[in-house]
């Protein structure tokens, strides 16, 4: 099992991620307080603005303060190292 991190010390399951989404838009906020209200999110910000949405394969919606970008070149250094296709 292959980690990335999310900032703060926060890691999770590179595998698991299905998509890595900025907050703006009206969809993804509707998404994240679905979330929030059914206990499907999980806030890794610690209290910072949030930056990014991992959508993960068991429905949970992680919150992180770490730009998009950011952690898509960590995935992608991940799949590098896994020797996949980017």
Known sequence: MQLVNIGFGNIVSASRIIAIV???SAPIKRMVQ??????MAVDATYGRRTRA???MDSG??????VQ???VAGRFEKFEKDEG???
């Not at 679905?34 to 206990?39: C, H, T």
């Not at 949970?60 to 303060?65: D, E, G, K, T």
């Open 68 to 70: 998009p970008e950011t």
């Open 22 to 24: 900025s907050p703006e």
């Open 84 to 86: 996949q296709e980017v």
């Open 34 to 39: 679905e979330a929030k209200d059914s206990k």
């Open 60 to 65: 949970h919606i992680i919150l992180s303060a």
């Open 53 to 55: 949405v991992l959508i």
